[in-house]
């Protein structure tokens, strides 16, 4: 069925798994509910084709387009979705788990609810994507989220060096121990985020807004906070070196006190620790 013409088919709840559909025209068909497990579907035309609540575990979809698809439910656990085109999908509670989406364009798309652990997003357009209470636990993710709201996001863990997450929306997200480290926060809205042992080292932090935000533990090192929003966040045991803070006023009404790095106790609270405080 390789190159197969099925522009608009009635395929709902077909068996077509392990078929070799590579560059087939799917374009607005109707795969509801059905059965693509292991089939090749690289190079396909799946424009707004329905395949909602699909079984497409383990499905190769290089470079597929799958523009506006709706991909509600569906199970796409471990497929390959390298380069393929998802601009303005629909992937609501879409089960992606271990799924390659290396350099895939999942911008404007739905991903409300996704299950996205262990996922793998490098180099993949996220411009305004819709990630609210998705769930990107150890997911790894240089990409860019330019704008992408991921209010109430799970992130525990996940690897998001250097990726672009400028006016992004991450209030309540959970980064626990997640790396983001050289990444591009400018903008973004962290408001009651828990960053607990996350790391920052050299994030570009200008105008960021992490008030409320549970920093404790979060390494903070190298990294310019003047113009950082910190009301009310919780800086216990925070790693701060190198760093540009706010002024001494500042800091003592955030209730921060600046000790040198030499006389650090891990049974201190509410401390900034400078290496080279004189």
């Given at each position: 069925m390789k190159s197969?013409?099925?522009?608009?088919?009635?395929?709902?709840?077909?068996?077509?798994?392990?078929?070799?559909?590579?560059?087939?025209?799917?374009?607005?068909?109707?795969?509801?509910?059905?059965?693509?497990?292991?089939?090749?579907?690289?190079?396909?035309?799946?424009?707004?084709?329905?395949?909602?609540?699909?079984?497409?575990?383990?499905?190769?979809?290089?470079?597929?387009?799958?523009?506006?698809?709706?991909?509600?439910?569906?199970?796409?656990?471990?497929?390959?979705?390298?380069?393929?085109?998802?601009?303005?999908?629909?992937?609501?509670?879409?089960?992606?788990?271990?799924?390659?989406?290396?350099?895939?364009?999942?911008?404007?798309?739905?991903?409300?609810?996704?299950?996205?652990?262990?996922?793998?997003?490098?180099?993949?357009?996220?411009?305004?994507?819709?990630?609210?209470?998705?769930?990107?636990?150890?997911?790894?993710?240089?990409?860019?989220?330019?704008?992408?709201?991921?209010?109430d996001a799970n992130l525990s863990y996940a690897n998001l060096r250097g990726a672009n997450l400028s006016n992004a929306n991450l209030c309540n997200a959970n980064l626990n121990y997640a790396d983001l480290s050289c990444a591009n926060l400018k903008g973004a809205n962290l408001m009651g985020a828990n960053l607990k042992g996350a790391y920052l080292i050299s994030a570009f932090l200008i105008r960021t807004d992490l008030s409320g935000a549970n920093l404790k533990g979060a390494n903070l090192s190298d990294v310019d906070l003047r113009v950082v929003n910190l009301t009310s966040a919780n800086l216990e045991f925070a790693i701060f070196r190198d760093v540009n803070l706010p002024d001494f006023e500042t800091l003592k009404i955030l209730g921060l006190s600046v000790k040198p790095l030499s006389q650090k106790q891990y049974t201190d609270k509410n401390v900034v620790y400078l290496n080279d405080l004189k």
């Open positions: 197969a013409d099925l522009k608009h088919a009635n395929l709902s709840d077909a068996k077509l798994n392990n078929a070799d559909l590579s560059s087939a025209d799917l374009n607005g068909a109707d795969l509801n509910g059905a059965n693509l497990c292991n089939t090749n579907l690289r190079g396909a035309d799946l424009k707004g084709a329905n395949l909602k609540g699909a079984s497409l575990s383990s499905v190769d979809l290089r470079e597929a387009d799958l523009n506006g698809a709706d991909l509600n439910g569906a199970n796409l656990c471990n497929t390959n979705l390298r380069g393929a085109d998802l601009k303005g999908a629909n992937l609501k509670s879409a089960n992606l788990m271990g799924a390659n989406l290396k350099g895939a364009y999942l911008i404007g798309a739905f991903l409300i609810r996704t299950d996205l652990r262990d996922a793998d997003l490098r180099d993949a357009h996220l411009i305004r994507t819709d990630l609210r209470g998705a769930n990107l636990s150890n997911a790894i993710c240089n990409a860019n989220l330019k704008g992408a709201d991921l209010s």
